[in-house]
């Protein structure tokens, strides 16, 4: 065996990655993994609240104090809203500093769901998939940041050559109340030069991802109430307005049958070349376990790339009329539609509302309400920034494959708190893929992606402290 002064700064590095692999191999990451998923940390589960702020004194806040930082759990700035954790650890104020994120709650676990063999609040594992509500989604993937980090201190000594600050929510699952102006309140705190964290899925399960923002989110509600209640469709229909009807008009006057957005206001502004030749070849789904696409859906004359993460969508995610289930021949009182418009960088969602009551308003349905239920602002990092780079060249050399990067995820996370509010360029790398399953019954892990994504992780957070002096430089211009 080498001596120590003989090992080479490849093979120390090399040692690093091991030690993440064997987190894994070991059956550590397992027990981890384990532990977290049995906490029920469904956000929308007023039962719950306790063990949100339980999962990060009792879970998340030991791990970190081993690691050697400092921690406090603070009060969510929205009253009644579940707390958050803050923690830092400093090696010197004139080093470099990253910032990274999680969040430990999960949806509603929807228990008597599953398959056989697996249910939400135990890991099971079936051909390659580790099952249980969290494991994508969120607490897999932080604990898979965790663990690198692990390995990478214990090789390096217990020392990384740059600052780290950790940032813990437990409340994203219902739109991350608070965490705005947490950030805000506590930017002193938080400040850093890189933000590096993980959540949502891969492009596809065998291609290394990074995305640098997320398409942002608002959703509505459009609603009639006639007030004459349900009445009998022979009596009274013909004579007095049926609101189903009506709010079909109003959501087809939106978004066509294939699609596509009929009104100027739902469109993102041209897509930057930059943005489309990164997206536009991008394989999407094809594989047995993911949907069917529908190619003729969406914005005519775009890939299937460039439709998902460069292009805006409108989807009703609930429509509600009468009843389905138990039909009577009555034309409904009410009637209700709840709608997501998802979309990139450069869309005026704000003026979302105002835009929608004008829309309605000219067509003559002025009695058809609009409700912003809320949302998220797209964020979008220039491909071309240095820690893109800096991320992606280590990725590739950890895992000895090419790294696919997205300029936003097609879905929706809270990164403007991040790139917005504090002003941090922002890397997200995923450890899971599209077919997860998240929010759903079965979601699940993939157990290569697992391994992958403990060795990228400790690639990055390896590199990072020997190369965090020329990364400073660089990011300030020299």
């Given at each position: 065996?080498?001596?120590?002064?003989?090992?080479?700064?490849?093979?120390?590095?090399?040692?690093?990655?091991?030690?993440?692999?064997?987190?894994?191999?070991?059956?550590?990451?397992?027990?981890?993994?384990?532990?977290r998923v049995a906490q029920r940390t469904e956000s929308q589960n007023p039962d719950c609240a306790p063990y949100l702020r339980i999962y990060l004194s009792e879970d998340i806040a030991p791990q970190l104090e081993e690691m050697g930082f400092e921690h406090r759990i603070i009060e969510n700035p929205q009253p009644g809203k579940p707390s958050l954790l803050l923690a830092e650890r400093i090696e010197s104020a004139e080093l470099l500093t990253l910032l990274t994120y999680g969040h430990g709650d999960v949806t509603s676990g929807q228990d008597e769901l599953w398959q056989e063999g697996t249910g939400p609040w135990q890991v099971s594992i079936k051909e390659g998939r580790?099952?249980?509500?969290?494991?994508?989604?969120?607490?897999?993937?932080?604990?898979?940041?965790?663990?690198?980090?692990?390995?990478?201190?214990?090789?390096?000594?217990?020392r990384l050559g740059y600052n780290l600050k950790v940032i813990f929510e437990m409340s994203e699952e219902v739109g991350s109340p608070g965490l705005e102006q947490a950030c805000r309140d506590h930017a002193d705190v938080l400040k850093a030069d890189l933000f590096l964290a993980s959540d949502g899925p891969r492009v596809r399960h065998d291609l290394p991802t990074l995305f640098l923002g997320s398409r942002g989110v608002c959703q509505f509600r459009l609603a009639l109430d006639t007030g004459n209640g349900a009445r009998h469709s022979g009596n009274w229909g013909g004579i007095i307005t049926n609101p189903a009807v009506v709010l079909s008009h109003a959501v087809s006057s939106l978004v066509s049958a294939e699609g596509r957005l009929l009104q100027d206001f739902l469109r993102p502004p041209s897509m930057p070349e930059h943005v489309a030749k990164l997206v536009r070849d991008l394989p999407v789904g094809g594989e047995s376990f993911d949907p069917q696409l529908n190619p003729g859906w969406g914005e005519p004359g775009l890939s299937t790339g460039e439709k998902l993460f460069g292009y805006n969508t409108l989807e009703i995610v609930g429509l509600s009329a009468g009843s389905t289930v138990k039909p009577v021949g009555a034309i409904p009182g009410r009637a209700e539609a709840i709608c997501q418009l998802r979309f990139v960088e450069g869309t005026d969602w704000q003026a979302l509302e105002g835009n929608l009551r004008a829309h309605l308003d000219r067509l003559g349905l002025a009695d058809v309400q609009v409700q912003i239920d809320g949302g998220y602002a797209a964020t979008r990092l220039d491909p071309r920034h240095p820690w893109v780079g800096f991320v992606q060249k280590s990725v590739s050399q950890s895992l000895g494959q090419a790294v696919s990067i997205l300029p936003n995820l097609g879905g929706t996370i809270p990164n403007h708190c991040f790139a917005d509010v504090l002003g941090l360029p922002t890397?997200?790398?995923?450890?899971?893929?599209?077919?997860?399953?998240?929010?759903?019954?079965?979601?699940?892990?993939?157990?290569?992606?697992v391994e992958q994504g403990l060795i990228a992780a400790a690639g990055v957070f390896w590199d990072l402290g020997d190369q965090a002096e020329d990364l400073r430089l660089q990011l300030q211009g020299g």
């Open positions: 065996m080498l001596s120590p002064e003989r090992v080479t700064d490849s093979e120390r590095r090399q040692q690093a990655l091991n030690l993440a692999r064997q987190h894994f191999t070991s059956g550590g990451y397992l027990r981890t993994l384990e532990r580790l099952y249980g509500r969290g494991t994508a989604d969120n607490k897999g993937q932080h604990c898979i940041n965790l663990g690198a980090l692990q390995a990478v201190l214990q090789a390096r000594q217990g890397v997200w790398l995923p450890h899971s893929y599209p077919s997860c399953k998240q929010h759903a019954p079965d979601e699940h892990l993939l157990a290569e992606v």
